[in-house]
């Protein structure tokens, strides 16, 4: 009896001993399989739908061929409760990913960004084109002044009123919300030059300083032009003189401009042709950036008059209209 009482003490311990050490091998199995990568040879976008539960995402993996079929996922996910509480969104997958790395992510919700650039000096008509072709990014019909009225502005002029930079974005996400980024941006800059202008400049708000911004940055892009370009502006409204600058005439032209400026075009009169108006036109033309801004505000201490193009994105600026002359005989009409 004593015998049969030690074999069956015997086998109890064999049969636990045995039970640990497979416990601890599907352990190891399981901190294995979690820490291995998934099959993915190159960088993939994966989206995780509203509702989708741990154990869909475990065969929407097999089936896209990044995660081996088997025992241990299941066993995976009842190791570890906590992954029920994955969050919907499209994510980046890179090589190297793993189970706890994927989950680690889907827990967070660190959805893969994405980005567009509103390029300084473009217009509203030119961003609507990048906008709508955007990826994963939707467009509203009225964008611009939907935003422009839900922060508050009744004007319906958009233009000129958000700030050029590099956005970023999230699968699916409305346009309007990027677009408030940028609308709020250019106010907290506008506001900041306005802040800083020169005491004295002709100019009544900061929206005409908006628009002078507008307007210098069409007409150079080099940094150290522009304090001079806002120079020949702000003497010319100084002395009541007309702006006479070609980038309003093609604003106002709209679809109609097809690379060249006629003498008819110079002649003809709408609200931006500044060869006809006095003054400022009556809205920004293009998306000024922080530099243009800030140039508007604090026009360099020079007394040009005029300037015209080296054809090589610099100018030559004058004081006299006869200067003037010589230099567009020199570099527009090639005359010595």
């Given at each position: 009896m004593k015998k049969?009482?030690?074999?069956?003490?015997?086998?109890?311990?064999?049969?636990?001993?045995?039970?640990?050490?497979?416990?601890?091998?599907?352990l190891k199995s399981l901190e294995t399989f979690g820490n291995t990568p998934l099959t993915l040879s190159e960088a993939q976008e994966f989206?995780?739908?509203?509702?989708?539960?741990?154990?869909?995402?475990?065969?929407?993996l097999?089936?896209?061929?990044?995660?081996?079929?088997?025992?241990?996922?299941?066993?995976?996910?009842?190791?570890?409760?906590?992954?029920?509480?994955i969050r919907q969104g499209?994510?980046?997958?890179?090589?190297?990913?793993t189970p706890?790395?994927?989950?680690?992510?889907?827990?967070?919700?660190?959805v893969k960004e994405f980005s567009i650039t509103l390029v300084e000096g473009q217009n509203l008509r030119e961003w609507q084109q990048k906008l709508t072709q955007a990826e994963r990014l939707v467009w509203q019909d009225e964008a611009f002044r939907t935003v422009l009225k839900a922060e508050g502005d009744n004007s319906g002029l958009p233009e000129g009123k958000f700030f050029p930079d590099t956005y970023s974005y999230h699968a699916d996400q409305s346009?309007?919300?990027?677009?408030?980024?940028?609308?709020?941006?250019?106010?907290?800059?506008?506001?900041?030059?306005?802040?800083?202008?020169?005491?004295?400049?002709?100019?009544?708000?900061?929206?005409?300083?908006?628009?002078?911004?507008?307007?210098?940055?069409?007409?150079?892009?080099?940094?150290?032009?522009r304090p001079l370009i806002a120079a020949v502006f702000i003497n010319r409204l100084n002395k009541g003189m007309r702006l006479q600058t070609d980038p309003t005439v093609i604003y106002g032209m709209g679809e109609r401009f097809n690379?060249?400026?006629?003498?008819?075009?110079?002649?003809?009169?709408?609200?931006?042709?500044?060869?006809?108006?006095?003054?400022?036109?009556?809205?920004?033309?293009?998306a000024p950036g922080r530099a243009a801004l800030m140039a508007a505000a604090q026009p360099a201490d020079a007394d040009y008059l005029y300037f015209v193009s080296r054809n090589d994105g610099s100018h030559v600026f004058s004081r006299t209209l006869a200067e003037h002359n010589r230099a567009v005989n020199q570099y527009q009409r090639r005359q010595r």
């Open positions: 049969l009482l030690l074999g069956m003490v015997a086998t109890i311990m064999t049969l636990t001993l045995l039970g640990a050490g497979v416990a601890m091998w599907g989206e995780v739908p509203r509702g989708m539960h741990a154990r869909a995402l475990g065969k929407a097999s089936d896209k061929g990044l995660l081996p079929q088997g025992w241990q996922y299941d066993w995976y996910l009842r190791l570890h409760p906590e992954f029920a509480a499209v994510y980046q997958l890179e090589p190297g990913e706890a790395s994927l989950f680690a992510k889907l827990l967070s919700g660190k346009v309007a919300a990027l677009l408030t980024q940028s609308y709020r941006k250019m106010q907290a800059e506008l506001d900041a030059a306005w802040q800083a202008r020169e005491p004295d400049l002709p100019l009544k708000s900061p929206y005409e300083l908006l628009i002078l911004a507008s307007i210098i940055e069409k007409e150079t892009g080099l940094a150290e032009e690379g060249n400026i006629t003498r008819k075009d110079l002649q003809e009169a709408t609200p931006f042709n500044t060869y006809k108006i006095n003054g400022l036109p009556p809205t920004p033309i293009a």
